[in-house]
T-cell receptor, first 117, second 113 residues
Framework: AQTVTQSQPEMSVQEAETVTLSCTYD???????LFWYKQPPSRQMILVIR??????QNATENRFSVNFQKAAKSFSLKISDSQLGDTAMYFC??????????????FGKGTKLSVKP | DARVTQTPRHKVTEMGQEVTMRCQPI?????VFWYRQTMMQGLELLAY????????DSGMPKDRFSAEMPDATLATLKIQPSEPRDSAVYFC???????????FGSGTRLTVV
């Protein structure tokens, strides 16, 4: 069975600084996807970034980037130039890939990030 | 932007009452999920459907929970009878077979007193 571990329950960062959230996962699959979701106080789950396991290049979306280490089964999220609006719970998630179709999302417990002015 | 619509947004009910939560997935998405979020357990999968067929409901207490997709535009999650331990936020999410993840609804916050 796949598991996702986020070892940092809470983190804080000063506005405009950079912060890295950690995530490790365990799987015997070779074909899978990894995601980071953001959940602000509004409780809406928002997809931040995705990574395909077969791609070596790390995904980047504006101020968000990942460090994907497949052999180490590590998938960290870096937020650059942190903004107050980045304050939220961040969930790392794993999904098996069945060829062209999708499987279930397995979530970590989340990291609560606070951006301080 | 296309969105997943969940109703109601909040629900307070008494123990023993029936609760029905509804979800309208994004048009064209063929996969629909129900997740439950609690402080203790985090995000747990309850059930999911592909092309309206149930694929996995192993996370759902079968004696009181049921999930259906009567048509492609509606998914329902029903609890009967409800219990205080069912208090949680219930999310619906939909996606297509492209590996791009899922779009979540705003959730239904259920409180059973």
């Amino acid at each position: 069975a796949q598991t996702v571990t986020q070892s940092q329950p809470e983190m804080s960062v000063q506005e405009a600084e950079t912060v890295t959230l950690s995530c490790t996962y365990d799987t015997s699959e070779n074909n899978y996807y990894l995601f980071w979701y953001k959940q602000p106080p509004s409780r809406q789950m928002i997809l931040v970034i995705r990574q395909e396991a077969y791609k070596q290049q790390n995904a980047t979306e504006n101020r968000f980037s990942v460090n994907f280490q497949k052999a180490a089964k590590s998938f960290s999220l870096k937020i650059s130039d942190s903004q107050l609006g980045d304050t939220a719970m961040y969930f790392c998630a794993f999904m098996r890939g069945y060829g062209g179709s999708q499987g279930n999302l397995i979530f970590g417990k989340g990291t609560k990030l606070s951006v301080k002015p | 932007d296309a969105r997943v619509t969940q109703t109601p947004r909040h629900k307070v009910t008494e123990m023993g009452q029936e609760v029905t939560m509804r979800c309208q997935p994004i048009l064209g998405h063929n996969t629909v999920f129900w997740y439950r979020q609690t402080m203790m357990q985090g995000l747990e999968l309850l059930a999911y459907f592909r092309n309206r067929a149930p694929l996995d409901d192993s996370g759902m207490p079968k004696d009181r929970f049921s999930a259906e997709m009567p048509d492609a535009t509606l998914a329902t999650l029903k609890i009967q009878p409800s219990e205080p331990r069912d208090s949680a936020v219930y999310f619906c999410a939909s996606g297509s077979s492209t590996g791009y993840g899922y779009t979540f609804g705003s959730g239904t916050r259920l409180t059973v007193v």
